[in-house]
């Protein structure tokens, strides 16, 4: 996808993730990382449209829980968009977005169009 096309500020960002899906459990390093998905390294075992879970552990009390699904591989990276997360995830999320990005006022616009639709 352009750069045109995206709607979310991606920013360089090296984090350990973990990454779960039919049951086993993959380690990862992200390369960005965005308000709706990352790139992170792939492995193997990752395929295009499975749902996974992802575990950012920032500190021992912080993690960022998220519900997402693999949309492509490529170059040995994978391409993970978010489809959920809860409310204190999309806080510290948000956070390191806003800490790491040029322009850290774009982050405030672009939440006020959801990023997710809500369940029923």
């Known amino acids: 996808m352009s750069e045109g096309k ?3 500020t991606r ?3 090296h984090f350990e993730v973990t990454i779960s899906l039919q049951g086993t ?3 990862a390093e992200t390369l960005n990382i ?3 998905g ?3 390294a792939a492995n193997p075992n990752f395929r295009p449209g499975a749902s996974c879970h992802i575990h950012i552990k920032l500190t021992d009390e912080t993690i960022i829980n998220l519900e997402g699904k693999i949309l492509r ?8 968009a978010f489809s959920s997360m809860d409310e204190e995830s999309f806080f510290h999320l948000r956070r390191i977005i806003e800490l790491n990005a040029e322009d850290a006022d774009i982050i405030e616009s672009e939440t006020v169009v959801p990023a997710f639709k809500s369940p029923q």
């Open 6 to 8: 995206r709607k979310r």
């Open 11 to 13: 920013i360089a960002a």
């Open 25 to 27: 459990s993959y380690l």
């Open 34 to 36: 965005s308000l709706t």
């Open 38 to 40: 990352l790139l992170c």
């Open 73 to 80: 591989l490529g170059n040995h990276e994978a391409a993970i």
